[in-house]
């Protein structure tokens, strides 16, 4: 099996289809996957108790509670699970009495830049989309580029 660089978009839309509304016990994978799309794509605000929660994009607030119903777990494995992801750097959280702050590390890297702003220049290394555009730059730089340099009987010949 082929394992392609890349990345693909999953649209919040998925959500209506059946099959993510099956009463199916979650896996680690949807978890990671239910964890992105509650996620935040651009900046908001949230009252929770009369509390007002500002939330940057890869963020998303939700009770540890909240989370063990919605995907049928106990809460000791969502803790468990939101640990586990902390220590391989995948999200970090911050803790209240209303719940917690999960930030999804590396978001704009994963979901691609056209919608960043001021909240999401936390990461600065490249992200798909512009890897790819500097590769696709670079291969029309060298395409465009009359001079080839071929080597033959100790002489450099320009194409």
Do not use: C
């Not at 919608?115 to 696709?136: F, K, L, Q, R």
């Amino acid at each position: 099996m082929s394992k392609e660089k890349g990345y693909i978009r999953l649209y919040r839309s998925l959500y209506d289809n059946f099959l993510w509304k099956d009463k199916e016990v979650f896996d680690r994978r949807s978890a990671w996957i239910d964890l992105l799309f509650m996620a935040n794509w651009q900046p908001t605000e949230r009252l929770v108790n009369g509390v007002l929660i500002k939330l940057k994009r890869g963020e998303l607030f939700a009770s540890v509670r909240f989370l063990a119903t919605r995907w049928g777990w106990s809460i000791n494995k969502v803790r468990r699970f939101l640990t586990l992801l902390e220590t391989q750097g995948m999200v970090t959280q911050k803790r209240n009495t209303k719940g917690t702050v999960i930030r999804i590390e590396k978001y704009d890297y994963f979901q691609g830049s056209e919608h960043t702003d001021e909240y999401s220049d936390e990461y600065t290394g490249d992200t798909p989309a512009n890897t790819v555009a500097n590769t696709n730059i670079n291969n029309l730089k060298e395409s465009n580029t009359l001079k080839k340099n071929i080597r033959g009987g100790g002489r450099i010949v320009e194409e």
